[in-house]
Structures are given as C-alpha cells and as structure tokens.
C-alpha cells in the first residue's frame, strides 16, 4: 500500500506492521487531508476527477494481496475474489461510485503493472517493514526518490 500511497501523493505519516500478524496499517496524515477537504469545499469536483480518485484508492486497497501475489509467483487468471477487508473496501468504493465493482480487474492488474514497475523500492520498504515493524513518510520518499513519477496512477 505504502508505494501506492507515495505514487498517489496520499498523506500518510509512516507504515506500521503487526509484529504477530504481519498486517499491516497506513497511517494517514488527518492534518493535512482535512486541510485538503476544507479547501475543496465548496468546489465543484467534475465526475471523472471522483471516478479516478476511487481506481486509485481501489487500486491501493488491493495492492497488498496483489504483492503477495507477485513475491510468491502465484498467476491469477481473472478476477481475483478475497474475504478480507481490504478487498471489502475496494468493492465497497466501486460500487458506491460506479453501481457495481466490475472495474475490480482493472484495479488488481494496475496494481500488478504498477508493484512490477516498482518492484525494487517495494521490497526495499517491505525489508524494513519487516526488520523494523514501521517505517515513516520520510524514509519512504528516501527509498522512492529515484523512482520516476508514474502519470497512470498519480491522481
């Protein structure tokens, strides 16, 4: 999630890890998101600005499972279908937006394009997550400053 939330310029404060279950959270800077939102209160925000914006976070919810996916070479053929809350969320988001969650591939396979794209700074961040348990915004920017800017999935 981590990558995607850095990609996407989403403030976060850092990644946390649960060292018994290996779950683990964003945490987002609230400060900044509600200033963000009291600014584009009273803007109009067009259609396809609300339906990128909900890929995006889609996106960004299924791209842990989509990770694993990829670091345990697992081929997944279609749609990929999970109990989890994660998954929960992405669907949720879609068809609050769209009606239905049928753009659930699209979002599992940018996820897989972008993880692959950035594959090195995603196993870098994961090492530290996993020797540390949490790692900052900062050390994130640290690790991504040589990663191009990726224009299909920054909002």
């Given at each position: 999630h981590a990558i995607f939330h850095y990609l996407q310029d989403l403030r976060m404060t850092g990644v946390h890890v649960s060292a018994d279950s290996k779950n683990g959270k964003v945490a987002l800077d609230l400060r900044a998101?509600?200033?963000t939102a009291v600014k584009l209160a009273?803007?109009?925000i067009p259609r396809a600005m609300e339906e990128k914006v909900t890929l995006d976070?889609?996106?960004m919810y299924v791209a842990g499972?989509?990770?694993?996916?990829?670091?345990?070479?697992?081929?997944?053929?279609g749609v990929?279908?999970?109990?989890?809350?994660?998954?929960r969320n992405a669907r949720k988001l879609l068809i609050?937006?769209?009606g239905n969650d049928h753009a659930?591939?699209?979002c599992q396979e940018l996820a897989r394009f972008v993880l692959l794209k950035y594959w090195p700074f995603?196993?870098?961040?994961a090492i530290e997550l996993d020797s540390k348990g949490a790692i900052s915004a900062e050390r994130i920017k640290q690790i991504c400053a040589d990663a191009p800017p990726d224009p299909i999935c920054i909002s």
């Open positions: 998101i509600q200033a009273d803007v109009a976070l889609a996106t499972v989509i990770a694993e996916s990829v670091l345990y070479g697992i081929v997944v053929d990929l279908v999970r109990d989890c809350s994660d998954w609050n937006a769209f659930l591939f699209y995603v196993t870098q961040i």
